[in-house]
């Protein structure tokens, strides 16, 4: 099955949230599934972000990020946008 994770943080942090959505998504993995990982970055340095995102090794349909910005469309519009330009994925 092809899952998306959809997120509106950083999907690696240190809560108790994060650490079991890794370990259900390991074992997703380990089960044959494919995963990609849609999320909001928040930081400055979108190649670091993506670059430590990738070396976790469990997102391997793909990583995406939508920029945070203040006075742009809500998360649901992003997400709805970045859904309908690549309607083939998922």
Same mark, same amino acid.
């Given at each position: 099955m092809k899952i998306l994770f959809v997120a509106y943080y950083d999907?690696?942090?240190k809560g108790g949230f994060e650490k079991q959505a890794r370990g259900l998504f390991r074992t997703l993995k380990a089960q044959? &599934? !494919?995963i990609a990982c849609l999320c909001v970055n928040t *930081?400055?340095?979108t190649e670091d972000f #993506? $670059?430590?995102l990738e *070396?976790?090794? #469990?997102?391997d349909l793909g990583i995406y990020? #939508?920029? &945070? !910005?203040e006075h *742009?469309? *809500?998360l649901k519009a992003k997400i709805f946008f970045w859904l309908s330009k690549n309607p $083939?994925?998922?």
């Open positions: 999907p690696l942090g044959g &599934h !494919q *930081s400055e340095n #993506i $670059a430590r *070396s976790c090794d #469990i997102f990020t #939508i920029q &945070h !910005q *742009s469309y *809500s $083939a994925l998922y």
